[in-house]
């Protein structure tokens, strides 16, 4: 370990536990949660990791109390973080919201199970990535994270802290069951190679200083509790002194940018893989564990002689409308497994403007699809 804290070197660990070292060599000093299957290693990690290095892990009463917790801990200048999964997922979206308006940095972990409901404790879904972009009540910009590995639970952990601070909001990191739960290895680079960045402070002098009158990227600095700032925080409409202004034109104005400076650089923040999609006919749309899967079944369709490629979701929300939009013009058809009913592929299909066909290849049951049944469903297009 290094003196820093971060946990330096190759580990054969798992996502949840990757999870948490990701967030502490992001610089997170501080942990609310409540346990539940199946994200409950990554609280059990940090209550463990955090003493060691002066940070503060709290088991609170419920999700509710956990996310008011870490919103109040970044008002306070400390990083922080929560995690979850579905049916704390669904607790917490009141203070999501509450995050997004007031414009709070923080992580927010989900490790999907299948539900509705208590549903599957212990087994894989991916069910919760439309409640990621619509949960919480009102329009505001949203960023979700989906990695498939336990590699990525670390490297997109740090990557989440890093938008959370630049944007100022809730970023979401929607992992699932079988990503964090299975064990491979995690190289954890040495804290100088690893890129972290800071929220934007405030330039002027105290007396003058409007908490909420946004920079050219539409990102406010941000002044933290203790620092000689006058600093009024509110869930309700505020102006950009911060306080309550109930008006439409206040309104109009504060919840456009809270939508814009996540739409208007989403080309900024938007990751996706890309095979083999040059001469492609078919496209698979796959994100999480099942992109794994659909990796194997277009590598085999390609030894076939089928024209098939994958775009990988590595990032949910902002979703990638222009590269949807452009393969479909070339296209014959997108198929999107998810482990759901049908998700991610409504805004395939969106994107798609009737351009491609769009099929929808769920899966449910708490398991995960074969790759051979990626592989009917491609040639079965293509025949």
């Given at each position: ?158 990557t989440a802290f890093n938008l959370s601070e630049i944007y100022r909001l809730p970023v979401l990191v929607m992992g699932d069951e079988l990503v964090g739960h299975m064990s491979e290895k995690v190289a954890i680079p040495a ?193």
């Amino acid at each position: 370990m290094s003196d820093s804290g971060v946990l330096t070197g190759e580990h054969f660990i798992n996502g949840d536990e990757a999870c948490a070292e990701g967030a502490i060599a992001a610089g997170c000093r501080f942990f609310a949660g409540y346990p539940i299957t199946p994200a409950t290693e990554i609280a059990e990690r940090m209550a463990r990791r955090l003493p060691q290095v002066q940070g503060i892990c709290i088991q609170m009463e419920d999700e509710i109390a956990s996310v008011a917790a870490i919103l109040g801990a970044s008002w306070g200048g400390t990083k922080s973080m929560t995690a979850t999964s579905g049916p704390g997922f669904s607790l917490m979206m009141e203070n999501i919201g509450l995050g997004m308006m007031t414009e709070t940095p923080c992580v927010i972990v989900n490790i999907m199970r299948g539900g509705p409901s208590t549903g599957l404790p212990t087994l894989v879904g991916q069910a919760d990535v439309m409640q990621a972009r619509w949960g919480s009540h009102g329009d505001y910009g949203v960023i979700a994270l989906s990695p498939s590995s336990p590699q990525e639970m670390f490297d997109l952990t740090i990557t989440a802290f890093n938008l959370s601070e630049i944007y100022r909001l809730p970023v979401l990191v929607m992992g699932d069951e079988l990503v964090g739960h299975m064990s491979e290895k995690v190289a954890i680079p040495a804290p100088d190679q690893i890129q972290l960045v800071s929220r934007p402070r405030p330039d002027r002098l105290a007396d003058t200083f409007l908490p909420f009158m946004p920079n050219a990227d539409l990102v406010p600095p941000m002044a933290c509790a203790g620092e000689g700032f006058h600093v009024h925080v509110t869930g309700l409409t505020h102006d950009e002194q911060g306080y309550p202004v109930i008006t439409p034109i206040v309104h109009e104005r504060l919840v456009r940018r809270l939508v814009d400076k996540i739409r208007l650089n989403a080309h900024k923040i938007i990751q996706l893989e890309e095979i083999a999609l040059d001469d492609a006919q078919a496209v698979v749309v796959a994100y999480g564990c099942t992109s794994r899967t659909a990796r194997e079944a277009v590598q085999c369709l390609r030894l076939e002689g089928l024209k098939v490629g994958l775009l990988r979701l590595i990032t949910l929300w902002p979703f990638p409308e222009e590269k949807v939009r452009q393969l479909a013009k070339g296209i014959k058809s997108f198929i999107v497994p998810e482990i759901n009913y049908g998700q991610m592929v409504y805004e395939v299909e969106r994107c798609a403007q009737g351009q491609a066909e769009t099929i929808l290849l769920p899966f449910m049951g708490g398991t995960i699809h074969t790759p051979e049944d990626i592989m009917a469903a491609v040639r079965e297009v293509l025949s």
